[in-house]
């Protein structure tokens, strides 16, 4: 829920066409649609059975889910208005492929991904076996940055948001939640201790 609000704190999506890359079950691509408003909404992801999974579960809203990968996909150049990407990036092998990709597709990109400069989550990405097994790992904001800029963009807004980490259990998310609203006011502070980075670019 925090993501999705920090997502359209930076766009405005009443009535734009909407793609969201990396929609896994189609959970948060419905919360963006509910929530948004959007003229209608994309969903893409690379793995069919997630993809029917989204499709039960949009119910009569005008989203269609697609199951292709970041790269290459089937639509032409500024088909949408607005490409999002939550999530994703860190997963990928080609990350600056998949912002190129959103770039030809939409002006505006939403991006969210885990804060690289937080530290307990670069200790957790050397010690955790769940981060070792799926080679998880997070990019510092700078670095996120620099390829927007290297692709012909320019960043926009950019925020660190959120302190509760992933897999948090609830006894500890309850009290992160309560200080979450303070961090995220106090520069440096919220740069080392939020747990996302969310920024917005345009296609120059």
């Not at 150049?77 to 999002?84: E, T």
Request: charged share 25%; proline share 6%.
């Amino acid at each position: 829920e925090r993501m999705t609000t920090a997502m359209l704190a930076g766009v405005n999506m009443r009535d734009k066409r909407v793609i969201d890359i990396g929609c896994g079950d189609g959970t948060f691509t419905i919360e963006l649609f509910d929530r948004g408003q959007p003229k209608n909404i994309s969903g893409i992801d690379p793995s069919e059975k997630a993809v029917k999974t989204a499709q039960r579960k949009k119910g009569e809203r005008p989203i269609e889910f697609v199951a292709k990968g970041a790269y290459e996909l089937p639509w032409s150049a500024d088909s949408f208005d607005i490409a999002c990407i939550r999530g994703v990036l860190h997963h990928l092998e080609r990350p600056i492929d998949a912002l190129r990709e959103a770039f030809r597709l939409a002006p505006l990109i939403v991006v969210v991904e885990p804060n690289g400069y937080n530290l307990g989550l670069k200790i957790l990405e050397k010690i955790s076996p769940y981060h070792i097994e799926h080679r998880e790992r997070s990019y510092a904001a700078a670095r996120l940055n620099r390829w927007v800029a290297r692709l012909g963009g320019v960043v926009t807004s950019g925020q660190w948001v959120g302190l509760v980490p992933m897999f948090c259990p609830d006894w500890c998310a309850r009290g992160l939640k309560s200080v979450e609203p303070m961090i995220e006011r106090v520069p440096v502070l919220n740069r080392f201790c939020c747990s996302q980075y969310v920024f917005t670019a345009h296609r120059r």
